[in-house]
């Protein structure tokens, strides 16, 4: 079975939220001031963006993907493409015909790397979609 990576799911979704929550602290406890307030927003869309990585997982051949707790299925005539985000490292995407909100394509944790440039995960959606 094909599946995200367990262990990234925990790197890349968890410890942004909780960089924000020191940050907040630390935030708190100096004086105000305006660099800071964009700083904090920045930081805070970040680790949103971690938080909405989603899990993919191909059991028998149909993509299914999490967010938080609800597993979704994901047909192949809904992708239009897939690839390596430039978003940051072991992240990929999946853009599809549709708007999915909030940052308009389906952003996930990519399996483990396998040497060469080699994703199972991707090359599998890749090969399913014909690209």
């Given at each position: 079975m094909l599946r995200s990576d367990t262990s990234e799911e925990f790197l890349l979704r968890l410890w942004p939220l909780i960089f924000f929550v020191g940050f907040m602290v630390v935030f708190r406890r100096i004086l105000f001031h305006w660099a800071g307030l964009f700083l904090l927003v920045f930081v805070f869309l970040l680790s949103m963006f971690?938080?909405?990585l989603a899990v993919i997982e191909?059991?028998?051949?149909?993509i299914r993907y999490r967010r938080l707790f609800k597993w979704r299925e994901l047909p192949y005539a809904e992708i239009v493409s897939c690839d390596v985000s430039r978003v940051g490292v072991g992240i990929g995407y999946i853009r599809l015909k549709y708007f999915l909100w909030p940052w308009g394509k389906l952003y996930f944790i990519l399996d483990k790397h396998m040497g060469r440039g080699r994703l199972p995960l991707l090359d599998f959606i890749q090969e399913r979609i014909g690209k």
């Open positions: 971690h938080a909405s191909i059991p028998d051949g149909t």
